[in-house]
Every structure is written in structure tokens, then in C-alpha cells.
């Protein structure tokens, strides 16, 4: 899990880390990627009771 928060305080921002940023946007291209897939499988599943254990995930 990710436990990086910014402190912000009376007139300071502080900026995110570069290589936070990287590993943010590649842990939500990689969850894209998985629902893709997932919606997918479950567009393909004709077994309904399979269909909804895919869903649940």
C-alpha cells in the first residue's frame, strides 16, 4: 500500500517525488489493465454462476 501524504502547512506546498508519481501512474495503468481484462471475461462467460463469481472480484 501506498503511504506517501504531502504536508501541507501555512504557505509551504510540498511537491510529490518523481519517482512517486511514476510508481502512481504505473499502478493505475497496470488496475486499467486488469478491469479491461476482467470486463472481457466476463463479457465471454456464458455460465452465469461463473459470470457473477467474476463480477465479485
Known amino acids: 500500500m501506498?503511504?506517501?501524504a504531502p504536508q501541507l502547512?501555512?504557505?509551504f506546498k510540498e511537491d510529490t517525488p518523481e519517482n512517486y508519481?511514476?510508481?502512481?501512474?504505473d499502478a493505475l495503468?497496470?488496475?486499467k489493465e486488469r478491469?479491461?481484462?476482467l470486463r472481457e471475461l466476463?463479457?465471454?462467460e456464458s455460465n452465469e454462476y461463473k459470470?457473477?463469481?467474476l463480477?465479485?472480484?
Not at 21 to 25: I, S, V
Open 2 to 4: 501506498l503511504k506517501y
Open 9 to 11: 502547512s501555512v504557505g
Open 21 to 25: 508519481e511514476r510508481l502512481l501512474k
Open 29 to 31: 495503468k497496470r488496475y
Open 35 to 37: 478491469e479491461k481484462e
Open 42 to 44: 466476463i463479457e465471454k
Open 51 to 53: 459470470r457473477n463469481a
Open 55 to 57: 463480477k465479485a472480484n
